[in-house]
T-cell receptor, first 112, second 115 residues
C-alpha cells in the first residue's frame, strides 16, 4: 500500500528565499506524482504533474522533480512571495482508477 | 465557466440524520472522486467512479454512500452510521484513458459539522 509523507509539516521563510518542499513515497511503482496548492478553507489547485517516465516538470517559478528509485519528489519555488503562503500537498497516483494517495501537506508562510 | 461545483459550502448534521453533499461538473470528465480532509491532514479517498452507473469504495467508505446516475453528478450521502462525520469534504474529477494526463480538478469543498 502506498504511503506518502511530507516533512516538515510547516515552514516559514522570508520573502525572496527559495522554497524546497519534500515528498517521499513508499511504492516506486508510481504512475504519476502530482503537486497541489490549498488555500485555507478552499479546494485544491493542481500545480504540476510528473508522469512516472519523467524526471521533472517546470511551470514559471515552480519546478518539481521525481526520483522513483529513492521514492522522492521535490517542489522548488523560486524567489518566494507572500502570495505563495498556502499548504502544499503531494499525491502519488496509481494507473488503476487514477487513485491518488496524499501526503499530509506542508504549510508554508512567506514573511514580507 | 467550466469547473466543479460543490454545495452547500457549509452543512450541519443532527444526530442520526443522513445528509447529502452535491457535486456537479461540466468538464465532461468520466471519473469523479470524493475525499475527506481532517484538520492538518491530507486527503483520504471515500469513493470514486470511473463511469456512469459504476463506483468503487476507497479507503474509508464505511458510513458513506454514493450514486452516479449522470456523468455530471456524483452526490455523496453521509449516513447516520458515520460516527465522526465532522470534516471538510472535497469532490474531484479527471479525464481517463491512455493519453489523458489524469490531472484531478477539485471543487471548493463542503464543511460538514455535527450539531
Amino acid at each position: 500500500k502506498q504511503e506518502v509523507t511530507q516533512i516538515p509539516a510547516a515552514l516559514s521563510v522570508p520573502e525572496g528565499e527559495n522554497l524546497v518542499l519534500n515528498c517521499s513515497f513508499t511504492d516506486s511503482a508510481i504512475y504519476n506524482l502530482q503537486w497541489f496548492r490549498q488555500d485555507p478553507g478552499k479546494g485544491l489547485t493542481s500545480l504540476l504533474l510528473i508522469q512516472s517516465s519523467q524526471r521533472e516538470q517546470t511551470s514559471g517559478r515552480l519546478n518539481a522533480s521525481l526520483d522513483k528509485s529513492s521514492g522522492r519528489s521535490t517542489l522548488y519555488i523560486a524567489a518566494s512571495q507572500p502570495g505563495d503562503s498556502a499548504t502544499y500537498l503531494c499525491a502519488g497516483g496509481k494507473a488503476a482508477g487514477n487513485k491518488l494517495t496524499f501526503g499530509g501537506g506542508t504549510r508554508v508562510l512567506v514573511k514580507p | 465557466d467550466g469547473g466543479i461545483t460543490q454545495s452547500p459550502k457549509y452543512l450541519f448534521r443532527k444526530e442520526g440524520q443522513n445528509v447529502t453533499l452535491s457535486c456537479e461538473q461540466n468538464l465532461n470528465h468520466d471519473a469523479m472522486y470524493w475525499y475527506r480532509q481532517d484538520p492538518g491532514q491530507g486527503l483520504r479517498l471515500i469513493y470514486y467512479s470511473q463511469i456512469v452507473n459504476d463506483f468503487q469504495k476507497g479507503d474509508i467508505a464505511e458510513g458513506y454512500s454514493v450514486s452516479r446516475e449522470k456523468k455530471e453528478s456524483f452526490p455523496l450521502t453521509v449516513t447516520s452510521a458515520q460516527k465522526n462525520p465532522t470534516a471538510f469534504y472535497l469532490c474531484a474529477s479527471s479525464t481517463k484513458g491512455a493519453r489523458a494526463k489524469n490531472i484531478q480538478y477539485f471543487g471548493a469543498g463542503t464543511r460538514l459539522s455535527v450539531l
